[in-house]
């Protein structure tokens, strides 16, 4: 009988990749993914240390699981409780401490090892195994095939850990040092995503676009030439890429946004910081200006790109003429979509013991102001939409019946009224209504099969 599997993730979309591919190993053990933990054989917390709290949402949740395990005890059964991710890496030892029902503890550099985790977790109940190494063998080589069952729209990860060192930044230390995965793996990853049903594929790295990766003919490759690979599988219609690092932008890759058709036109470029003082302080290796260069550029190669960034107030000493910097970096850049936090001292980081933190009163306020700027421009880049016709890649069940939600090539979500066979296909879309989080639209294309169809949603023929 097939063994219940349930995975919470929190964090980024690497995780959310993880997660897949912690289920893919799995598989063959027989376990079999289901949507909620109760009496579930194994449940699987695959968390994030990026930014506050991330300890405290990972014992609520345990709080949570325990009496779901002893429930599953005393019906003589067994329910394996893992904690995997980042804060697995950086605080095994307080996991062990505060929540010793926990079965296992692993990073996320070793859950290609979970077979032989599960094996000794069998054998020895009771028994906490951690496993937080950074194993010499790469997991990606050792992994099995994915499921490639995923959907339209699929992550595929080529790159992870990260040789930045942003004194702000655990990543370096909870996985690992950077590491790219060849060209032909990613190859072949992409064409069984494709094979799946995945039209989009969004290539993941923590500095993806520092990927440099081994050639499939010897040598090596960067971003812009794997890009320029994929873009020949048949049947991906769309590629993406997240998230990058200015440093590592280089002219190839700005080079495929001018060339490619299927590299989508929009970037998420995290910035953190307008002010130069800042940005050597977070260890950025670059100033606000080289910013404005490298967005000139990639606007020079595609006109209508659109970027998004990642921005934290109160970085210790930060002055309100730093934060007028960002709001000025802001307005220069215009961009069309933004995460923005709290500086948070995180263990273990150099900023961490940086004199001069910033009063939680005056970075709530940068927030606050930061955010009301970033979701004017936001709501001013829906509202052009407007009258233009936009191609949807439509990947889910909308908010009505009848309707689907999908993804402009800006990644705005997109309402329209459409046949449910449409989910997974890219169809044109005129755009009605835009509000600051999403827009509305009438399917226009001969995407449909039929006339009926067209006729069923008021289409002229
Ligand atoms: N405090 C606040 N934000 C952080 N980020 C990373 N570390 C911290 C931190 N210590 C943000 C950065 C990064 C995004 C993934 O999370 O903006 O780009
Ligand atoms: Fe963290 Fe900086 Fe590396 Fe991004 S580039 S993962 S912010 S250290």
Redesign the pocket.
Known sequence: MAKKLFVRTWGCQMNVYDSQRMADVLAPLGYETVDAPDAADMVILNTCHIREKASEKLFSELGRLRPLQTEKAQAGGRMILAVAGCVAQAEGAEIRARAPFVDMVFGPQTYHQLPEMVARAARAAGEPIVNTDFPVENKFDLLPETTAAGGPSAFLSVQEG?????T?????YT?GAEYSRPAAQVLSEARRLVAGGAVEITLLG??VNAWHGDAPAGGTWGLGRLIRALAEVPGLARIRYT?S?PRDMDDDLIAAHAEVPQLMPFVHL?V?SGSDRILAAMN?KHRADDYRRIVDRLRAARADLALSGDFIVGFPGETDADFEATLRLVRDVQHASAYSFKYSARPGTPASGLGDQVPEAVMAARLETLQALLIEQQTAFNAAMVGRTVPVLFDRRGRRAGQLLGKSPWMQSVHADAPARLSGTIADVRIEAAGPNSLTGRIVTGAFASGADAAALGVPA
């Not at 990260?162 to 942003?166: I, L, Q, V």
């Not at 702000?168 to 370096?172: D, K, M, R, S």
């Open positions: 990260c040789d930045k060192f942003c702000f930044c655990v990543v370096p996985r923590q500095n998230t690092h995290p953190q950025r």
